[in-house]
């Protein structure tokens, strides 16, 4: 039975694409000059399905030379037009006044960038039969991804000839390596034109729940949990079994109590996604989510060092404004509901969360598609050791040789994180397949507290190289001088 309010829905619309040029988003800073496209993308006529995109050219004059990049958020099922685009790193973030700020760390200054809410259900996306809205799971959003990206391409054939990245943070360690493979099958086809797909970049990303998600060492290191707490963790039940026992609607009397007293020793404002993060004092959409936890004011002058912790309601409150749904070309079905950041009315089979993506990286890495995976250094949920062992993992299973030695990179004169970078040889030259970079200071969502950093690194990614290494010869020659090393230490002390 398909509900009434799917059945209202303007026929017409499942089989027309909507991509119309954005004139003026409200309360856009003037004299923009790079163009915005918004609309929808319909993926499956006979369903009457349609993906919502955002696309932002690259701020240059001639934005078709520089690369194109879709971004996928996680979830599963959050926006990435909430989230990568006005949180993130897209053009304009809402600021006090209901007016946008030109967001100076943008992605655009080096990409196009595709902001996709997929799947089905998420943000402004939906189908017309009611079935897709219920057991959407990992193989279905990969196949929903890629017809998207044949028929936007189709739609902006300017862009064919364009390389492409993938990039994406959280659960998108599922949807980018499974579009990954479709995208490589796809181009090993007959009589098609091969898309021209360079490079992987997954953030903080849940790769296998059996690694990605252990955090017990990692509180217990920073002081959030007590050494108790650590030993039931190792010994009772850890994080992966908790969120298995989770999944399937069983939870032990073992879990449940190391559950209670993580949340009593770590607090309820405590932002599992990011340990440096404070709350929000202006309660609304933020404290309804449970995505990000709750977040706060802050001092002005600190905004762009840590994140504007208010930013998610300001964010929630504009894509809901019927002005700024209609410029951006959105809701042009009229939802019975309001745009959120997560899942909408989707329900997503959550047991594909305990899905293991190592092989597929593997494979990725085996097709010569150069892969980034980076942390921010304050998430908790998928903390930054669990993912640098996955990126040993690979580098000792393909035998890739480490091409420089663990250290830090540079964000102009501060380091920006640390990083190490895998390869091979190829054509008498080293090549980088594989680089996991930290990025000091920074979240789960990484381009929100730390954007200069991000950017830093995505330009990187996009040059297919590891982030830059200062050179530390003065520093060095400084440590190993016996004098310069005592006036080192008295100050210190």
Not at 301 to 315: A, E, Q, S, T
Request: proline share 5%.
């Amino acid at each position: 039975m398909v509900p009434i309010w799917l059945c209202i829905f303007s026929s017409f619309l499942f089989y027309k694409t909507s991509s119309e040029l954005i004139t003026s988003l409200p309360g856009q800073p003037p004299n923009i000059l790079f163009k915005q496209h918004s609309g929808y993308i319909v993926t499956n006529s006979q369903h009457g399905r349609a993906l919502f995109y955002y696309f932002v050219e690259a701020d240059s004059e001639n934005a078709t030379s520089l690369p194109l990049t879709l971004w996928l958020n996680g979830g599963p099922g959050c926006s990435s037009v909430g989230f990568g685009a006005f949180m993130e790193h897209g053009p304009f973030q809402p600021g006090k006044d209901g007016r946008l700020i030109k967001n100076k760390y943008s992605w655009n200054l080096e990409s196009n960038m595709l902001y996709v809410e997929s799947p089905i259900g998420v943000g402004f996306s939906y189908s017309n039969t009611s079935s897709d809205y219920t057991n959407w799971d990992d193989v279905a959003t990969a196949k929903e991804n890629l017809q998207f990206i044949l028929n936007w391409i189709e739609k902006f054939p300017e862009y064919k000839n364009s390389e492409l990245f993938l990039a994406g943070e959280s659960y998108a360690g599922h949807y980018i390596p499974q579009l990954t493979i479709l995208l490589l099958d796809y181009n090993r086809k007959p009589n098609v034109k091969p898309i021209k797909l360079k490079s992987i970049a997954l953030g903080n990303p849940l790769l296998d729940l059996e690694i990605s998600v252990k955090s017990s060492e990692y509180l217990w290191s920073h002081g959030a949990i007590s050494d108790e707490l650590l030993t039931m963790k190792r010994t009772i039940c850890n994080e992966t079994r908790l969120l298995l026992e989770s999944i399937h609607n069983n939870m032990s009397n073992e879990c449940s109590e190391v559950w209670e007293l993580t949340n009593e020793e770590m607090g309820s404002d405590t932002d599992m996604g990011d340990l440096l993060a404070p709350i929000c004092e202006s309660s609304g959409a933020a404290g309804q989510l449970g995505v990000l936890g709750k977040l706060a004011t802050i001092h002005e002058k600190d905004v762009r060092k840590i994140g504007d912790p208010c930013l998610i309601d300001r964010i929630y409150m504009y894509l809901n404004k019927p002005e700024v749904q209609k410029a951006l070309h959105a809701n042009t079905t009229h939802l019975p509901y309001a745009w959120d950041f997560c899942l909408g009315h989707l329900q997503y089979q959550r047991g594909d969360l305990a899905i293991n993506v190592i092989p597929l990286l593997s494979n990725i890495l085996k097709e010569n598609i150069q892969v980034l995976l980076y942390s921010g250094d304050q998430d908790t949920k998928i903390p930054l050791t669990q993912t640098r062992k996955i990126a040993k993992l690979l580098a000792r299973d393909l035998k890739l040789v480490a091409l420089d030695k663990y250290g830090p990179w540079y964000d102009d004169l501060q380091i920006g994180g640390w990083s190490q970078s895998y390869g091979g040889v190829r054509e008498g030259k080293n090549v980088t397949y594989l680089t996991f970079a930290t990025v000091r200071g920074a979240a789960h969502e990484v381009p929100y507290t730390s954007p200069s950093q991000a950017l830093i690194l995505f330009r990187a990614f996009l040059k297919g190289q590891p982030p830059s290494r200062r050179n530390n010869t003065i520093r060095a020659n400084m440590l190993h001088n016996p004098i310069d090393l005592m006036n080192l230490f008295s100050i210190a002390i």
